[in-house]
């Protein structure tokens, strides 16, 4: 059974305090890993996809990388508007398009 | 529209009655996602269409859950019955995976609260 974990479940960063984040995942043929952003309140935005390890993908203070068994989102000299909850999701060769998703890590970057 | 759309974005109902949850996806995607998050949780798979069809409905929690897809664009989420622990957020997503689209789109969701 396809599975995610994230980790740490919350974070803490003072402005600027670069940091990462875990997703380790199992599953039955990778088709994408997806990192989404989500704001109290809203629906979870699109940030990032990666197919195979050995990709990144970087888009102005995060940058996303996948191994065989995780991804890393690295958060370069956070703001207080990176402050949100960042899920990860995967999505498996089952033949079906079900993505699994962890539960998701509250970062808390203060001023 | 330029996203994916969900009404109403509350709702609250009394234990027992029936409500309908509306998706409205991106103009163009073929495939449409109903999920469900409760708080402090990531959100957890309903059910997958592909067209007009549901091509997986294995997340749908018991007979109560229902969804629809009549022309292959708007969506609707029925659930008979309601019971308290049906309180979430139901959130609605669509792709083009016909056209190597493997992300999901997400709307706002719609906070369903059972009273």
């Known amino acids: 059974e396809d599975q995610v974990t994230q980790s740490p479940e919350a974070l803490r960063l003072q402005e600027g305090e670069s940091s990462s984040l875990n997703c380790s995942y199992t599953?039955?043929?990778?088709?994408?890993l997806f990192w989404y952003r989500q704001d109290p309140g809203k629906g979870p935005e699109f940030l990032f996809t990666l197919y195979s390890a050995g990709e990144e993908k970087e888009k102005e203070r995060l940058k996303a990388t996948l191994t065989k068994k995780e991804s890393f989102l690295h958060i370069t000299a956070p703001k207080p508007e990176d402050s949100a909850t960042y899920l990860c999701a995967v999505l498996g060769s089952s033949g079906t398009y079900k993505y699994i998703f962890g539960t998701g890590t509250r970062l808390k970057v203060l001023a | 529209g330029a996203g994916v759309s969900q009404t109403p974005s509350n709702k609250v109902t009394e234990k027992g009655k029936y409500v309908e949850l509306r998706c409205d996806p991106i103009s163009g995607h073929t495939a449409l996602y109903w999920y469900r998050q409760s708080l402090g949780q990531g959100p957890e798979f309903l059910i997958y269409?592909?067209?007009?069809?549901?091509?997986?409905d294995s997340g749908l929690p018991n007979d109560r859950f229902f969804a629809v897809r009549p022309e292959g664009s708007v969506s609707t989420l029925k659930i008979q019955r309601t019971e308290r622990g049906d309180s979430a957020v139901y959130l609605c997503?669509?792709?083009?995976?016909?056209?190597?689209?493997?992300?999901?789109?997400f709307g706002q969701g719609t906070r369903l609260t059972v009273v």
């Open positions: 599953v039955s043929g990778l088709r994408g």
């Open positions: 269409f592909q067209g007009t069809g549901a091509a997986d």
């Open positions: 997503a669509s792709s083009s995976p016909g056209q190597g689209g493997t992300e999901a789109f």
